[in-house]
C-alpha cells in the first residue's frame, strides 16, 4: 500500500491535469478559432509562411474564407480541407492530416514512446524479485579464495 | 580469478545486448535509406503546372463587383468565355494586356466569345487608371478579398481560363494567354463539340 501510494498521486496530478486541459478550456471565440485555423495553413504563395502571418493577396482570400466559414459553422477541418482542395498538390497543410499517411506523423511517436517502455519494462524487468542466493558452491569458491589470498599474505 | 568470473559473466550478456544493438542500428539504417529515397525520388511541386481544382468542372461563381464595364453573371452566361485574374503590378499582366483586346475585339464582334477579368490583389482605383490608359473594354471585376480566386485555385497571376458555353472549364492558362492560341483552342473544341 504504501509503495502505491507516490503512484497513486502521480496519476491522480496527470489525470487532474488532462481534465483541466482538455474539459476546463473555455469555447474558444470566433477570432481565436479563425486565428488558429489560419495558423495551420500554409500561405498559397510562400514557402513555408503561414496565412496567419503573411500580407499576401492570397493569404487575405483564406483569411477572408475563414471568416466566413467560421461564421457560417463550419467546421475548422472542412475549412483546411477545402483550402487544400483548392490548391491541390502544394501541401498547404502546416499540421499533416490526422488520417492516411499523414497520419504516421502523429501515431509514430506513440508508437517509439510504447516500444521503447516496453523495451526497458522486459529489460529491467528482470533485475527486481529475483533474489540471488548463495549455494554451497559459491561459498566454498569464496572460502577457497579467502584461504588463498590469506596464504599469500 | 575473480576477474575471470566477472569475465564469463559480461561474455554471457554481452551476446544478446549486442545483438539487440544491431537490430536497433539495422532498422534505423533502414529507415533512414527509405527517408532518402522518398527525397530523391518526390517531385519538387514547383516543376510541375500544378493541378487545377475546377479544370473538367463547372466554372465557380465570379462574386466581385463590376469595377467597370457591365454587372456579369456567369451563371446566364453563354458564350465562350475566357476569365482572367491579373493585377497592375503584375509585369507579365501588363504584357498580356493587348492580347486580351486583340481577344475581345475579334471575338466580342461576332458574340462567340467575351473576356471578364477579375481583380488580383490590386486597388480598385488602379485598375480604372489601367484601363484607362491602356483600353480594354470588357467587364473588370473587383478582388472581392480575393475570395474568386481562391474559388478558382488561383495564387500567381496572370491566370486565365477558357470556359465552354456550358459553364464548365475546359483550359487553364498559367501565364500570359496569346490571343491566336485560345481563338485556335475554341475552334478546336467547337469542332469536337458538334
Same mark, same amino acid.
Given at each position: 500500500?504504501?509503495?502505491?501510494?507516490?503512484?497513486?498521486?502521480?496519476?491522480?496530478?496527470?489525470?487532474?491535469?488532462?481534465?483541466?486541459?482538455?474539459?476546463?478550456?473555455?469555447?474558444?471565440?470566433?477570432?481565436?478559432?479563425?486565428?488558429?485555423?489560419?495558423?495551420?495553413? @500554409?500561405?498559397?504563395?510562400? /514557402?513555408?509562411?503561414?496565412?496567419?502571418?503573411?500580407?499576401?493577396?492570397?493569404?487575405? %482570400?483564406?483569411?477572408?474564407?475563414?471568416?466566413?466559414?467560421? $461564421?457560417?459553422?463550419?467546421?475548422? $477541418?472542412?475549412?483546411? *480541407?477545402?483550402?487544400?482542395?483548392?490548391?491541390?498538390?502544394?501541401?498547404?497543410?502546416?499540421?499533416?492530416?490526422?488520417?492516411?499517411?499523414?497520419?504516421?506523423?502523429? %501515431?509514430?511517436?506513440?508508437?517509439?514512446?510504447?516500444?521503447?517502455?516496453?523495451?526497458?519494462?522486459? =529489460?529491467?524487468?528482470?533485475?527486481?524479485?529475483?533474489? =540471488?542466493?548463495?549455494?554451497?558452491? /559459491? =561459498?566454498?569458491?569464496?572460502?577457497?579464495?579467502?584461504?588463498?589470498?590469506?596464504?599469500?599474505? | 580469478?575473480? *576477474? %575471470?568470473?566477472?569475465?564469463?559473466?559480461? /561474455?554471457?550478456?554481452?551476446?544478446?545486448?549486442? @545483438?539487440? !544493438? @544491431?537490430?536497433?542500428?539495422?532498422?534505423?539504417?533502414?529507415?533512414?535509406?527509405?527517408?532518402?529515397?522518398?527525397?530523391?525520388?518526390?517531385?519538387?511541386?514547383?516543376?510541375?503546372?500544378?493541378?487545377?481544382? !475546377?479544370?473538367?468542372?463547372?466554372?465557380?461563381?465570379?462574386?466581385?463587383?463590376?469595377?467597370?464595364?457591365?454587372?456579369?453573371?456567369?451563371?446566364?452566361?453563354?458564350?465562350?468565355?475566357?476569365?482572367?485574374?491579373?493585377?497592375?503590378? &503584375?509585369?507579365? &499582366?501588363?504584357?498580356?494586356?493587348?492580347?486580351?483586346?486583340?481577344?475581345?475585339?475579334?471575338?466580342?464582334?461576332?458574340?462567340?466569345?467575351? !473576356?471578364?477579368?477579375?481583380?488580383?490583389?490590386?486597388?480598385?482605383?488602379?485598375?480604372?487608371?489601367?484601363?484607362?490608359?491602356?483600353?480594354?473594354?470588357?467587364?473588370?471585376? *473587383?478582388? /472581392?478579398?480575393?475570395?474568386?480566386?481562391?474559388?478558382?485555385?488561383?495564387?500567381?497571376?496572370?491566370?486565365?481560363?477558357?470556359?465552354?458555353?456550358?459553364?464548365?472549364?475546359?483550359?487553364?492558362?498559367?501565364?500570359?494567354?496569346?490571343?491566336?492560341?485560345?481563338?485556335?483552342?475554341?475552334?478546336?473544341? $467547337?469542332?469536337?463539340?458538334?
Amino acid at each position: 500500500m504504501k509503495v502505491w501510494a507516490p503512484w497513486m498521486a502521480v496519476l491522480f496530478v496527470v489525470v487532474a491535469a488532462l481534465f483541466v486541459g482538455t474539459v476546463g478550456q473555455q469555447e474558444p471565440t470566433p477570432t481565436e478559432r479563425a486565428q488558429s485555423v489560419a495558423s495551420t495553413i @500554409r500561405c498559397p504563395t510562400c /514557402d513555408s509562411q503561414a496565412v496567419s502571418s503573411s500580407d499576401t493577396p492570397s493569404a487575405q %482570400a483564406v483569411r477572408s474564407l475563414i471568416t466566413d466559414r467560421i $461564421e457560417a459553422g463550419d467546421s475548422d $477541418e472542412a475549412i483546411r *480541407d477545402y483550402v487544400d482542395s483548392r490548391y491541390p498538390g502544394q501541401n498547404l497543410l502546416l499540421d499533416p492530416a490526422g488520417s492516411g499517411f499523414g497520419g504516421l506523423v502523429w %501515431a509514430l511517436p506513440v508508437i517509439m514512446v510504447v516500444v521503447a517502455v516496453a523495451g526497458l519494462v522486459v =529489460r529491467f524487468g528482470s533485475y527486481g524479485g529475483v533474489s =540471488r542466493t548463495a549455494s554451497a558452491a /559459491d =561459498r566454498d569458491l569464496v572460502a577457497a579464495a579467502q584461504q588463498a589470498s590469506e596464504d599469500d599474505a | 580469478m575473480t *576477474d %575471470a568470473v566477472t569475465d564469463v559473466e559480461n /561474455d554471457v550478456e554481452a551476446a544478446p545486448r549486442s @545483438r539487440a !544493438v @544491431r537490430w536497433a542500428a539495422a532498422s534505423v539504417g533502414v529507415v533512414m535509406a527509405l527517408l532518402v529515397v522518398m527525397l530523391l525520388t518526390s517531385k519538387n511541386a514547383d516543376d510541375q503546372p500544378s493541378a487545377s481544382p !475546377v479544370l473538367g468542372q463547372s466554372a465557380p461563381a465570379l462574386g466581385g463587383a463590376a469595377l467597370i464595364g457591365e454587372p456579369f453573371d456567369i451563371g446566364t452566361n453563354d458564350r465562350w468565355l475566357v476569365v482572367n485574374f491579373f493585377a497592375t503590378w &503584375c509585369v507579365p &499582366c501588363v504584357q498580356e494586356h493587348p492580347q486580351l483586346r486583340l481577344l475581345q475585339e475579334d471575338m466580342a464582334a461576332t458574340g462567340q466569345a467575351r !473576356v471578364v477579368s477579375v481583380v488580383y490583389g490590386d486597388k480598385a482605383e488602379a485598375v480604372k487608371v489601367f484601363f484607362e490608359e491602356n483600353g480594354g473594354e470588357w467587364t473588370v471585376l *473587383d478582388a /472581392d478579398d480575393g475570395r474568386t480566386a481562391l474559388d478558382w485555385g488561383v495564387a500567381k497571376v496572370p491566370e486565365s481560363f477558357l470556359v465552354a458555353p456550358t459553364g464548365i472549364v475546359v483550359e487553364r492558362f498559367q501565364g500570359g494567354v496569346v490571343a491566336a492560341d485560345v481563338r485556335q483552342l475554341i475552334d478546336r473544341y $467547337e469542332v469536337e463539340g458538334s
